[in-house]
């Protein structure tokens, strides 16, 4: 089952046209929009999902994690089960020494709540989600923001400090440099309540012939 999109994608689309051209003829080169949703996974889950795919390449981190899922009864990973897998396991599965400590850390915080339950999720704004998410080990602010978009379905997230959204901006609107996250925050006031949307067309730029 695919985490459901918390928007319509034709009413953001049309709005993002509407006041910004420079993303509307972007968004008409690349074409439909397909926010890949992943799979619904628990709190848990999609944390350990985020620091196995960090600063690695796709592919990469898509073996370390089938190796990692593995070792969980019935492929599904919960805090307590991995508390009590060995270091020796979690390393021979491909996960460095500070990941390892990452979702050491995010096990001790499921279980003593830091982690909000999915429902609490729901609930909570982005930014309250973040400033939890945040006291975990390994966790910043980017790692949050990609499970706002791709994993819960929120609608207006533009992680400014992102190298693709920055490039892809630079590539749709002009400039000589990269544009500094400020910049690109106070420019992307104009996407609201649609950010998500825009980031995913400004990540697709960079795809674009």
């Known amino acids: 089952m695919s985490t459901p999109l918390k928007y319509d994608p034709v009413v953001a689309i049309a709005q993002l046209s509407a006041r910004d051209k ?3 003829r972007l968004i008409d080169r690349v074409g ?3 926010m890949p ?6 709190p848990f889950e999609m944390l350990l999902h985020a620091i196995v795919y960090q ?12 190796r990692l899922v593995a070792l ?17 396991a979690l390393r021979s599965a491909g996960l460095s020494r500070p990941k390892l400590r990452a979702a050491r850390d995010l096990a001790d915080k499921a279980l003593d709540g830091t ?18 998410l945040v006291q975990i080990h390994g966790i910043g602010r980017w790692s949050a923001e990609m499970m706002l978009i791709f994993q819960l379905g929120r609608p207006d997230v533009l992680p400014v400090t992102d190298l693709g959204i920055r490039k892809g901006f630079q590539l749709s609107h002009g400039g000589r440099e990269l544009p500094e996250p400020k910049k690109l925050l106070r420019y992307g006031e104009r996407w609201r309540p ?16």
Request: hydrophobic fraction near 40%; proline fraction near 7%; glycine fraction near 6%.
């Open 115 to 132: 982690v909000p339950s999915r429902r609490q999720l729901n609930a909570m704004e982005d930014e309250a989600i973040i400033g939890r």
């Open 194 to 209: 649609f950010r998500s949307v825009a980031s995913w067309y400004l990540w697709r730029a960079n795809y674009l012939p």
């Open 72 to 88: 969980f009864p019935g492929g599904k990973p919960g805090p307590k089960r991995l508390q009590k897998l060995a270091d020796e």
């Open 55 to 66: 600063q690695i390449t796709g592919r990469a981190a898509d073996s370390i994690h089938t």
């Open 37 to 42: 949703t992943r799979e619904a996974m628990s």
């Open 22 to 24: 420079k993303l509307a």
């Open 32 to 34: 439909v929009f397909a």
